[in-house]
């Protein structure tokens, strides 16, 4: 688990993001559409770092974290 603390412009470009539901300083809230999408995903053999860049493209900067 990553202690990375989300700025402002983080939590605005998160939140952006159909699939998000919620977004703090502390961490993201996905929606239960893309949970459910995210175990398809990952039951076809794809990483998780994949499966959210193709479903949320913002979350590159905060991979980095990681």
Not at 15 to 42: L, M
């Amino acid at each position: 688990m990553s202690k990375k603390i989300f700025t402002e412009k983080e939590i605005k470009l998160q939140s952006a993001n159909n699939y998000v539901k919620s977004v703090s300083s502390k961490g993201i809230t996905y929606t239960e559409q893309f949970k459910h999408i995210f175990i398809v995903e990952r039951e076809k053999g794809k990483f998780a770092r994949e499966i959210l860049l193709l479903f949320v493209p913002s979350c590159f900067l905060l991979l980095i974290w990681l």
